[in-house]
């Protein structure tokens, strides 16, 4: 069965999760099936049945729950069910395994992660099937071919064999006690005392045992005594070896990650619980490590998913040998358990350290860890260097539950990413304060755009050629009610967090593209630019929503600037570039801004419909000081204006930085030099200044400076 032909039954009521799902699996080449609610994916499945089917826990009229036992009591426990459950929401989690489910993934749906981990379930359930097949085959040989069966007396003596000679030769019927010959004298003994306790209470014994043929490996047998007389027992033994290997595998699929390995999250959540009741009981300590590849994500982006779980795997086998039991100092006491590792998913992966001494051990051990994997990772094309951010929590201190301190030990592990990563951070309580403040200032920002507390400022960007201000780039701000001024540095990453920077985005444009108007209405004719963060520029209706607010509001398209980040382009499609183009066809211009800080080769700067190109202020900053910066700005703008562009400098503090700029070749300025943001109402402030700015190369500066 090909992808093409593999149908998956989406069952999910929000109609954004349907159709990204619908796309992300398409695109892996699957075919769809779509349903609103529990009841119409039942219909659907009945009409026409799916390969595989992924349910949102939550839905009307019928819930994921009931889909899955549905589905289950009628066609049984092969087909595989995905269930789609918040990511900490662990009794939604069992009590999908409880009603037949194969699987579960959590919110938010990683989309590009989807298609693969589908495509490992598809051909999970393919090797079933033909697990399956195989498993008929050899029920049709074995229904013709009785099981090993003899008979003994009350002395353990075979009195019968009645199998065929090829299935019973290990059995030695002609001696005075043939068990004991035919058996290692363990078993034997199994046999004589199972024999003893059917006779003694009228049953049927059951047991099993390994054995262990020279040159071969182990194989399983399961016996059946059933009593036939006073004197004689018959014996069936019956090769469970392929049951036990089923058995094994299905344990592994249950509680190891397939990629690496390691146990995965529900085996590790068991452990700790385990351990922390341990602990309790014996008035011990213990510690969790929580682990993150800091730059794991761009790896995947860049290099491709091979070369990410190349690095994974490598991950896994440094952590066995950071944690090896010979080489931990902590390990002191005597009846001490083993470190115990799992990857909970992505680049999470986890430590439990039992038995803990001190505090210290887990630094030490974390240290170790953090310079194991600082050594780079060996991939076919290039080698890979990565840093680890560690967060630790310990039992009791941190929490008294599995749950509580694997998410403190998770807080930890972004305070260290936030204290500039390949660190090592123990929980505190501060940094649920810090997370309580992050909570409530999001919790307030939903609350900002209905009462009125945004406002807007702007940049005054100077035409080096005109020695006047000709466009102004417009900067949001927030007046908090309790708090003051917010800096846009905190809450703009909130806002793209919880989507409501497209509300904001919004806003900002509308009231830009407004008070612009009054501007020229006042004579005051300068072009507006505004920012557009990476999650408008995906917005569909983007072209839609600005032409309507231009509309709404009389601002001239032609004097309209969209500034987009040259990061937030990096992921562009080719829906971006339409909707770029479509933005430029209404006489809109483009800005890309922050030039330098992405990674734009040349030939996708030429499809790129823009006009202008801002410097990032990180380069110019350090213009005068900074030979590279210097030689680096030097070639982005002669690059710039070879394929057209004007170039916009930012971040301008010094007259002499500007002087180098506009020798350079630079057609606009903007820094506080010239002005710091200013309101709406100072514009006409801007007008009569006028600046001439004397070109002067950087050795003419360095001359002077000598």
Known sequence: MTTKNFKILLADDDATVRILAQAALENAGFEVMLACNGTEAIRLFEETPANMIMLDVEMPDMDGYSVCSYIRKKIGNELPIIMVTGMDDVQSINRAFEVGATDFIAKPINWNLLSYRLLYLKRAYLNLLAL?????????????????????????????????????????????????????????????????????????????????????????YENRIAVIDSEETLCLVRDITDRKDSESKIFHLAYFDNLTGLPNR?????????????????????????????????????????????????????????????????????????????????????????????????LILAHRIRKTMRRPFHLESRDVVLTTSIGIALYPNDGDNAETLLKHADTAMYYAKNEGRDNCQFYNADLTLQAEKRMHLENDLRNALQQNEFYLVYQPQLDITEGNFQSVEALIRWQHPEQGI???????????????????????????????????????????????????????????????????????????????????????????????????????????????????????????????????????????????????VRAMISLSMNLGFSVTAEGIETLRQAQVLKYFGCNALQGYYFSKPISAEKIHCLLNQKWSIQASSPNAIDHENS
């Not at 029920?139 to 075979?158: E, K």
């Not at 059995?171 to 003994?189: H, N, R, T, V």
């Not at 190349?310 to 006491?333: M, Q, W, Y």
């Open 132 to 220: 399956k097949v195989a498993n008929a085959r050899s029920a049709a040989i074995l229904s013709a071919i009785p099981d090993t069966m003899f008979i003994i007396n009350d002395r353990g003596i075979i009195m019968d064999i009645c199998s065929h000679a090829d299935t019973a030769s290990w059995l030695i019927q002609d001696s005075a006690d043939p068990l004991k010959l035919s058996l290692p004298e363990d078993i034997a003994s199994l046999y004589l005392d199972a024999a003893g306790q059917a006779r003694r209470n009228g049953t049927v014994e059951l047991f099993e045992y390994p054995l262990k043929p020279s040159n071969d490996k182990s194989r399983y």
């Open 266 to 362: 529900q085996s590790f959540m068991e452990r700790l619980k385990s351990e922390i009741k341990r602990a309790h009981y014996a008035d011990n300590k213990l510690a969790i490590l929580f682990l993150d590849l800091d730059g794991f994500k761009s790896i995947n982006d860049t290099m491709g998913h091979n070369a990410g779980d190349t690095i994974l795997k490598c991950a896994a086998d440094r952590l066995h040998n950071s944690t090896r039991h010979s080489d931990f100092v902590s390990r002191t006491h005597k009846n001490h358990s083993e470190i115990n590792l799992a990857r909970l998913g992505g680049d999470e992966f986890t430590v439990i350290i039992p038995n803990l001494s001190r505090a210290e051990d887990a």
């Open 486 to 632: 917010i800096s846009p540095l905190d809450f703009i990453p909130l806002a793209e967090e919880n989507g409501l920077i497209i509300p904001i985005g919004e806003w900002v444009l509308r009231t830009a593209c407004a008070e612009a108007v009054q501007w020229h209405n006042n004579g005051q004719c300068l072009d507006v630019a505004v920012n557009l963060s990476p999650m408008q520029i995906k917005d569909s209706e983007l072209v839609n929503k600005v032409l309507g607010i231009l509309t709404e509001t009389g601002f001239p398209p032609n004097q309209l600037v969209l500034e987009i980040t040259e990061g937030a382009l990096m992921e562009h499609n080719e829906n971006t570039l339409t909707t770029l183009h479509t933005l430029r066809n209404h006489q809109i211009k483009i800005a890309l801004d922050d030039f330098g800080t992405g990674y734009s080769s040349m030939n996708y700067l030429r499809r790129l419909p823009i006009n202008y190109i801002k410097v990032d202020q990180s380069f110019v900053r350090d213009l005068l000081d900074n030979k590279d910066n210097l030689a680096i």
